[in-house]
C-alpha cells in the first residue's frame, strides 16, 4: 500500500495486478454513468431523507391559521427571542475563544501539550452526560455551585429557575461542548500559515498582538466566517442542549425554535404549528446556505 | 468556486424529481391480527411482571397474539400523540396521561374508538364518580360519548415526616393535627422555625412547606386546584364554558394565587420549588429538607417501602405519615380532585372488537386486583368490588404490627370525602391550558416578576380565553 | 524570543492551561464522582467522597433497579445503531467520493451542492417529517429508521474529507489501473480504498460517534423501553419521580466511555480528518 501522507512527497502508486478483463460497451463506460452509479446511494439518501421530508414539511406548513396561532403565542415570541440570543451570543464567544485558544495550543510547551492531549474531551463525551452533570451542579439546593457560593457568605441563586441565568447556562453548555472542536479547525488553520511569514516578522520585531493582527487573522479570515455561519447554522437548530438543560422551563422561557416546534408537535399534538416554527426558521437557515455554497467547496 | 444559482434550481430539480419516485408512502401493512397493545411502564417491576401475566392469560384464552410494549409516561404520551398524528396506531393505549391529555383532545377530533358498549357493560361495577372523565364531547358527532375506559385513580395528599415533628416537640399524630386552615399551614411553618432554631447545622436548610410552585411540574396545577377548590373557585362550568372570569371565581383565583405566593416569598417554601420538576419534590422530601410535602400519589411513602435502605420500613411504618388537605378558609371540609387514569382505542387501530375483549379480560375483578395491588397502594381502583378488597382500608402490615399510615389515608379520601375528577372532559382547551402551565405561570408571574395577583390572574384569564376560543 | 519574556509566556500560558483544564474537565470529574457516591450522600454536595461506592455501576450491570432494568439492551441497540451507521457512511462517502474527486462527470457539481445543503441544514429541521415518513412506512420504533437518518447526516461531512484527500491523490492511480486494463470498479476496490484508508478511519469513527451521541432522532424514532438506545433512556431518567442520580451518573459514564476511548484511538485520524474538510474549503 503506498503510503500518501498529506504533506510530505506522495509516492508513486504501486502496481496492482489485475486480471484483465473484456472492456464494458461503450456507453456503461460513460463517465457520467459510472458517475451515477458511484453516487446513487447519495443521491438515494438525499432524495429519499432529506428532500422528500422537507418538500412535504414546508408543504403542511403552508397553512396560514398555525402562522396565526404562533404568532399570537407569547411563548412564541419569547422563543424567538432567545433564539438570537443563543445563535448570536454562544457562536460569537465560542469562535472568538476558539481562535484564541488554537494560539495557546500552537505554542510547544508542556502545559500546552497537557491542554491539548486533554481539551477534547467535552466534544467527544456526548451532550447528555454533560449535561447532566451540569444540571446538578447548577441544582440550587444540593448543587455545588451554590453549595461553593453559600460557603463563601454569598446567596443561592437558582441558576435554572429563572430565565436570564438559565439561557446563559444553555450558552455556556454550548460554549463548553463545542469550543474544542472548532479549535482543532483553527488550529489547523494556523497550522496551514507559513512560518516564513512568522520568521520575517520576528525579523522585523513584531509583538504578539501585531502578528496576531497582521499576519494571522487576515489569513483565518475567510476561514473563521465559513466557521461562523456553519456554526450559527447548527446553533440555529439545536435541539438537544436547550432541551436537556432547561426543557423550556421555567414557564416555556427558555425555549427555542427546534424545542418549541418538538413541544408544539409531541406535547400539544398541533402538527402544524411544529412545522410552521420550522418553516420560520427556514429563510435565514437558506440564507447561510446560500451564502457558504458560494464559498466552499466540496 | 460556488454554485451558481441557477446550478442549484437545477440540481434541486433533479433530486425533487427523484424523490418524487421514492417518496410514495407505503400502503399499509396487511394486519396480521396481532393485537396491539401500548402500556405504561409501572413505577414497580411488579407491576408490569402483573401486566405480562395477564396478557399471557388473554392469549391463551383468547388465541390471538399480543404485542406488549411498556413504556415510561412522557415517552409514551409523545409516542402516542405521534401515533396519532402519524395515523399508524396501536389497538389498545393505556397512558397516565391519558385522562389530561388524550381523551380529551382526541375524543373531540373523533381519533378515539367510542367505547360506551364497553361502559355499560360495566358499569354496575364502577365507582360513578369516576366514570366522567371519559365523557367527552366529539366534534364531529357533535355529542358526548365515552371515548376511554377508566381504571384507577390517584388523589392529592400530604406526607410529612412525624420523626421531625417530635424532634420538634410538636404533635405528630395525624389525628392531632390541627386541619383548619390556617393552622395547619401553620404547624408545619412552626415546624420549620423551631427545628432550624434547634440545629442550625443540621437544619438550616430545611423547609416547613414543600409545595410545588414550579413551570415544569405537573404537580403545580394540580396543588393549584386543591387550593382553588379550597378558596370555592370554579374554572369551568358544567358545560365547560369558562367561568372563571366570574367575580367570585376570580376573586378565588387573585387569593389562591396571593396564597402561592404568601407561602414562598414568607420563606417556608424552597426557593428552587419554583423550578422543580414532578420528581423534585420527592427527592426533597426523601432528603429530609423538607418536613411536608404535597403529592399526588402514593410514590412517596411506596418509595420509602421498598427503600433497600431500610429492611424494617421504619421510615414507612414509624417515621412518615399521609395527612390530608386542610379545611377551606371558609372551615368547609376540602374537596379533592381525582386524576382518573384511562384506558382508549384509537380509532385507525385495526383490531376494534378484540380490543375492547382485552380491555373487558384486563379488568375482570380478580386479574385487575392482582395489577392493582402490585403498584403498592399507588392507584385507587374504579371499580368497587376491587375496592372492596381489605388491602385498601388496611394497607401494609408493619413488622411489629404497625398500621398503615398511607394507603387507608387514600382510601378515606376517595370513599368517604367529597371528590370529583379533573375537568379536561369537559373542554379540551383545559388540556392545553395545562400544556401551557397557565396557572404556574401565573405563580411565577407573582414570585418571580413581582406582578400583583391581580394583574397576573387577569393575565392568566386572558390566555385561557383565547385558547378556549381556538377551539370551535 | 528573549528568555525573560519566554519566561513570562510560559508562565501566562501555565496559568492558562490550569483554568482551561479546571473549564474542561471539572463537570466531567463531577459527573464521576456523582456515580461514586452512596444514595445516603447524595444530597450532601461536596467536592470529594468520603465513601465512595460502586455500587451504582453494579445496579447498572446487573440491571438491579427499575431505571436500568434494560441496560444492556439499550447499550446493544445504541453500539448497534452505531455500528451499523459506521459501516454504511463508509461505505456511501467512499464510493460517492471516488466519483466525486477521481471521475470527470457532467453533474458533479449539482451534488456537491446537494451535499452541501444535506450537511449544513440542521437535521431538527426536518425530524418531524421525517418522523411522518417513517411513519408511513411502518418504520418507526425499528433501528433502520434510525440507522438511516443517521447515515443521511453523518454521509455529508465524510464525503466532504474523503473527496478533498482524494484529491489530492496523484492522477496516476487510474492510469497505473487503465494500464492493467482495470475497469472502474476495479481500480476503485483495489487501488483507491487502499488508498483512502486514513481518512477512512476518521470518517468511521465520525460517524459511530454521530449515530452514538444522537438524541433526538433516537428520541422520535425509537419508543419503548427496550428499543430505545441509551440517551433516551437517560433522559426518560429526569422526568420521573425519585431519579437517583448517582445511578444516572454511573450509566452517563458508561455511556461516555465508548466515545472517549475511540477519540484517543484515532485521534491522528480524526483530527486531520475533520480538519481537512474545512481548512481546504476555504
Redesign the interface.
Known amino acids: 500500500?503506498?503510503g500518501?501522507t498529506?504533506e510530505g512527497g506522495?509516492a508513486?502508486?504501486s502496481?496492482?495486478?489485475?486480471?484483465?478483463?473484456a472492456?464494458?460497451p461503450r456507453v456503461l463506460?460513460s463517465?457520467?454513468?459510472?458517475?451515477?452509479v458511484?453516487?446513487a446511494?447519495?443521491?438515494?439518501?438525499?432524495?429519499?431523507?432529506?428532500?422528500?421530508?422537507?418538500?412535504?414539511?414546508l408543504y403542511?406548513a403552508t397553512d396560514p391559521d398555525s402562522y396565526r396561532?404562533i404568532f399570537?403565542d407569547?411563548?412564541f415570541r419569547q422563543t424567538v427571542s432567545n433564539t438570537i440570543w443563543y445563535v448570536v451570543v454562544a457562536v460569537n464567544v465560542k469562535l472568538v475563544l476558539a481562535l484564541l485558544?488554537s494560539g495557546?495550543l500552537d505554542?510547544p510547551?508542556l502545559?500546552?501539550r497537557?491542554?491539548a492531549a486533554?481539551?477534547?474531551?467535552?466534544w467527544?463525551?456526548?451532550?447528555?452526560?454533560?449535561i447532566?452533570?451540569?444540571r446538578?451542579?447548577l441544582?440550587?439546593?444540593?448543587?455545588?455551585f451554590?453549595?461553593l457560593l453559600t460557603k463563601l457568605g454569598l446567596s443561592?441563586v437558582?441558576w435554572?429557575?429563572?430565565h436570564d441565568t438559565a439561557l446563559a447556562f444553555v450558552i455556556i453548555f454550548h460554549i463548553?461542548k463545542y469550543l474544542?472542536?472548532w479549535t482543532?479547525?483553527f488550529?489547523?488553520?494556523r497550522r496551514?500559515i507559513p512560518s516564513e511569514l512568522y520568521e520575517a516578522a520576528?525579523i522585523d520585531g513584531g509583538s504578539l498582538a501585531q502578528n496576531f493582527f497582521s499576519i494571522t487573522f487576515p489569513l483565518l479570515k475567510?476561514?473563521y466566517l465559513?466557521?461562523t455561519l456553519?456554526s450559527m447554522?447548527?446553533t440555529?437548530?439545536?435541539?438537544?442542549v436547550p432541551?436537556?438543560l432547561t426543557?423550556?422551563?421555567?414557564?416555556?422561557t427558555t425555549h427555542v425554535l427546534?424545542t418549541l416546534?418538538?413541544r408544539y408537535?409531541?406535547?400539544?399534538?398541533r402538527?402544524e404549528w411544529?412545522?410552521s416554527t420550522?418553516a420560520v426558521?427556514?429563510p435565514i437557515?437558506l440564507l447561510?446556505?446560500?451564502m457558504?455554497?458560494?464559498?466552499?467547496?466540496? | 468556486m460556488g454554485q451558481s444559482r441557477r446550478e442549484f434550481l437545477k440540481t434541486t430539480a433533479i433530486g425533487a424529481g427523484a424523490a418524487g419516485v421514492v417518496g410514495f408512502p407505503a400502503v399499509a401493512r396487511a394486519q396480521s391480527g396481532k393485537l396491539v397493545v401500548w402500556w405504561n411502564k409501572g413505577y414497580y417491576p411488579e407491576e408490569d411482571i402483573a401486566m405480562q401475566k395477564i396478557v399471557k392469560e388473554f392469549e391463551a384464552k383468547q388465541k390471538v397474539e399480543v404485542d406488549l410494549s411498556f413504556t415510561a409516561q412522557e415517552d409514551l404520551l409523545k409516542k402516542i400523540t405521534a401515533a396519532l398524528i402519524a395515523r399508524r396506531t396501536p389497538d389498545v393505549a393505556f397512558c397516565f396521561y391519558n385522562d389530561w391529555q388524550v381523551v380529551p383532545k382526541y375524543g373531540w377530533d373523533d381519533k378515539l374508538t367510542d367505547v360506551s358498549d364497553v361502559i355499560k357493560e360495566l358499569k354496575p361495577r364502577y365507582n360513578e364518580k369516576m366514570l366522567e372523565v371519559a365523557y367527552v364531547w366529539n366534534n364531529k358527532t357533535k355529542k358526548r360519548a365515552y371515548y376511554g375506559v377508566p381504571i384507577e385513580a390517584q388523589t392529592m395528599h400530604i406526607h410529612y415526616w412525624r420523626d421531625l415533628l417530635r424532634e420538634a416537640g410538636m404533635e405528630d399524630d395525624p389525628a392531632k393535627i390541627p386541619l383548619k386552615w390556617d393552622e395547619y399551614w401553620g404547624y408545619w411553618k412552626k415546624a420549620q422555625d423551631v427545628l432550624r432554631k434547634k440545629d442550625p447545622a443540621k437544619y438550616g436548610k430545611l423547609y416547613g412547606l414543600g409545595v410545588t410552585e414550579s413551570t415544569r411540574a405537573s404537580d403545580t396545577l394540580y396543588n393549584f386546584e386543591m387550593a382553588l377548590l379550597s378558596f370555592n373557585g370554579e374554572i369551568l362550568d358544567k358545560n365547560g364554558k369558562i367561568v372563571a372570569d366570574q367575580p367570585q371565581n376570580k376573586k378565588a383565583i387573585v387569593d389562591t394565587l396571593k396564597w402561592f405566593g404568601d407561602i414562598f416569598t414568607s420563606g417556608y417554601v424552597p426557593p428552587d420549588a419554583t423550578n422543580w420538576t414532578d420528581g423534585d419534590n420527592n427527592a426533597g422530601f426523601h432528603s429530609r429538607t423538607l418536613v411536608m410535602t404535597p403529592n399526588p400519589s402514593q410514590s412517596i411513602p411506596a418509595a420509602q417501602f421498598f427503600n433497600k435502605e431500610d429492611p424494617e420500613k421504619k421510615n414507612y411504618f414509624d417515621n412518615m405519615a399521609t395527612i390530608e388537605w386542610p379545611d377551606g378558609p371558609d372551615g368547609k371540609k376540602a374537596r379533592y380532585l381525582s386524576a382518573v387514569k384511562t384506558i382508549i382505542i384509537p380509532k385507525d387501530g385495526k383490531n376494534q372488537a378484540k380490543a375492547k375483549d382485552f380491555i373487558k379480560f384486563v379488568v375482570e375483578k380478580d386479574r385487575f386486583l392482582e395489577y392493582i395491588k402490585a403498584a403498592n397502594g399507588r392507584w385507587f381502583p374504579a371499580f368497587t368490588d376491587v375496592a372492596a378488597d381489605p388491602f385498601w382500608k388496611e394497607g401494609h402490615k408493619g413488622p411489629k404490627g404497625q398500621k398503615d399510615q398511607h394507603v387507608p389515608v387514600a382510601t378515606k379520601i376517595f370513599l368517604e370525602r367529597d371528590n370529583k375528577v379533573f375537568e379536561h372532559y369537559k373542554h379540551p382547551a383545559l388540556s392545553q391550558v395545562y400544556d401551557e402551565f397557565a396557572y404556574a405561570k401565573a405563580i411565577s408571574r407573582i414570585i418571580t416578576d413581582k406582578w400583583t395577583a391581580d394583574k397576573a390572574a387577569d393575565e392568566m384569564i386572558e390566555r385561557m380565553k383565547a385558547i378556549f376560543a381556538q377551539y370551535k | 524570543m528573549k528568555r525573560r519574556a519566554r519566561r513570562g509566556l510560559r508562565l501566562a500560558m501555565l496559568a492558562l492551561t490550569i483554568v482551561m483544564l479546571v473549564w474542561t474537565l471539572f463537570p466531567v470529574y463531577y459527573m464521576v464522582l456523582l456515580s461514586l457516591t452512596p444514595t445516603n450522600d447524595l444530597f450532601q454536595p461536596a467536592l470529594y467522597i468520603d465513601h465512595p461506592t460502586l455500587r451504582s455501576y453494579i445496579y447498572t450491570m446487573g440491571q438491579d433497579n427499575p431505571f436500568v432494568r434494560y441496560f444492556w439492551q439499550q447499550l446493544l441497540t445504541s453500539l448497534t445503531v452505531s455500528l451499523w451507521t459506521m459501516a454504511l457512511v463508509a461505505i456511501i462517502a467512499a464510493m460517492g467520493s471516488f466519483a466525486m474527486a477521481r471521475m470527470k462527470f457532467r453533474f458533479r457539481r449539482y451534488i456537491s451542492g446537494l451535499t452541501l445543503f444535506t450537511y449544513v441544514i440542521p437535521s431538527s429541521f426536518l425530524a418531524i417529517p421525517f418522523f411522518q415518513m417513517m411513519a408511513g412506512y411502518d418504520l418507526i420504533d425499528t433501528k433502520l429508521a434510525l440507522v438511516l437518518a443517521m447515515v443521511t447526516f453523518a454521509t455529508p461531512y465524510a464525503l466532504w474529507v474523503l473527496s478533498d484527500y482524494a484529491r489530492s491523490l496523484p492522477p496516476e492511480i487510474e492510469e497505473a489501473g487503465a494500464i492493467d486494463g482495470a475497469g472502474t470498479v476495479a481500480t476503485f476496490f483495489y487501488l483507491y480504498v487502499p488508498l483512502i484508508v486514513p481518512p477512512l478511519i476518521a470518517i468511521g469513527t465520525y460517524a459511530f460517534l454521530y449515530a452514538w451521541n444522537e438524541y433526538l432522532y433516537a428520541l422520535l424514532l425509537l419508543t419503548g423501553e427496550q428499543h430505545i438506545p441509551l440517551p433516551v433512556a437517560m433522559s426518560n431518567f429526569l422526568t420521573t419521580d425519585n431519579a437517583p442520580w448517582n445511578l444516572l451518573m454511573a450509566v452517563s459514564t458508561v455511556y461516555s466511555i465508548p466515545p472517549v476511548v475511540l477519540y484517543y484511538a484515532f485521534k491522528r485520524y480524526l483530527v486531520s480528518g475533520l480538519v481537512s474538510g474545512a481548512v481546504s474549503g476555504t
Not at chain 1, 463517465?31 to 451515477?36: P, R
Open positions: 500500500m503506498t500518501t498529506r506522495l508513486a502508486p502496481r496492482v495486478a489485475v486480471t484483465p478483463r472492456r464494458l463506460r463517465a457520467t454513468l459510472q458517475g451515477f458511484f453516487t446511494p447519495l443521491l438515494f439518501l438525499f432524495a429519499a431523507f432529506v428532500l422528500y421530508p422537507m418538500v412535504s414539511g403542511a396561532a399570537g407569547p411563548v485558544l495557546v505554542y510547551f502545559s500546552t497537557v491542554l486533554l481539551f477534547l474531551i467535552p467527544a463525551i456526548p451532550a447528555l452526560p454533560g447532566l452533570s451540569f446538578w451542579m441544582n440550587s439546593q444540593w448543587g455545588i451554590n453549595h443561592s437558582p435554572l429557575a429563572q463548553w474544542p472542536f482543532i479547525i488550529l489547523a488553520g496551514a520576528a475567510s476561514l465559513i466557521c456553519l447554522v447548527f440555529l437548530g439545536d435541539f438537544t432541551w436537556l426543557g423550556g422551563a421555567p414557564g416555556d427546534a416546534a418538538y408537535t409531541f406535547a400539544m399534538g402538527l411544529g412545522l420550522f426558521a427556514l437557515t447561510f446556505i446560500g457558504l455554497m458560494r464559498w466552499v467547496k466540496i
